[in-house]
């Protein structure tokens, strides 16, 4: 059974420093995904991550993906107010295009 | 418009009642998933369907159930509501042609039961 894990659960980050969450899973994958939620909405999609090695960027967040670490990293460059929401990692197992989550990090950014 | 769509967007019932959450899609996609969402946590698979005549069970599938009517619309059934079922429900979409396979999600429905 695929099991996906987020650290941390929280993060409390100040305005202009650098952070990073980590999503760990436990079976072969070469897909995996980062949506965001702000508090009573839907998810939205941030980064498709197909291949060892694969990297993504968009504004001040960057995520990677290494295979054989079974590790995904979301990285947050000199974060702002506006990052303040919950990041989730899914996996899709066998490219079955079923997804398992992870339990979420939820991020506060403080001025 | 919305490309994926859920009714109602809030539900309170008690408990023993029939409930029925509908999702709609005008995205073209073929495959459909239902997910709950529980404070706290990641969303979990209750069905997915990737045509119209296919239904799969996901990890917390009992207690639901499911139908694909159409391409476009998949509801998720709850044949007697249980307190322990109020969560938030998530309808996405994907299309297996597509780069990546990324899901879209709905607005998501409120269910609480009483």
């Known amino acids: 059974e695929l099991k996906v894990e987020q650290n941390p659960l929280f993060l409390s980050m100040q305005e202009g420093k650098n952070y990073t969450i980590y999503c760990n899973y436990s079976?072969?994958?070469?897909?995996l995904y980062w949506y965001r939620q702000d508090p009573g909405k839907s998810l939205e999609s941030l980064f498709v991550?197909?291949?060892?090695?694969a990297v993504k960027q968009e504004g001040r967040l960057m995520a990677s993906l290494d295979t054989k670490a079974r590790l995904s990293t979301l990285h947050i460059t000199a974060a702002v107010h506006d990052l303040s929401a919950t990041y989730f990692c899914?996996?899709?197992?066998?490219?079955?295009?079923?997804?398992?989550f992870g339990g979420g990090t939820r991020v506060l950014v403080k001025p | 418009d919305a490309d994926v769509t859920q009714t109602p967007r809030n539900r309170i019932t008690k408990t023993g009642k029939r409930i029925m959450l509908e999702c709609s899609q005008t995205?073209?996609?073929?495959?459909m998933y239902w997910y709950r969402q529980d404070p706290g946590l990641g969303l979990r698979l209750i069905y997915y369907?990737?045509?119209?005549?296919?239904?799969n069970k996901g990890e917390i599938s009992d207690g639901y159930s499911v139908s694909r009517q159409a391409q476009a619309k998949f509801s998720l059934s709850l044949e007697s509501a249980i307190p322990n079922q109020t969560a938030l429900y998530f309808c996405?979409?994907?299309?297996?042609?597509?780069?990546?396979?990324?899901?879209?999600f709905g607005p998501g429905t409120r269910l609480t039961v009483l």
């Open positions: 995205k073209g996609h073929d495959r």
């Open positions: 991550l197909l291949s060892n090695g």
């Open positions: 899914a996996v899709d197992e066998a490219a079955g295009n079923k997804l398992t």
């Open positions: 369907s990737f045509d119209v005549k296919d239904i």
């Open positions: 079976t072969t994958s070469d897909r």
């Open positions: 996405a979409t994907s299309d297996f042609s597509g780069v990546g396979n990324e899901q879209f």
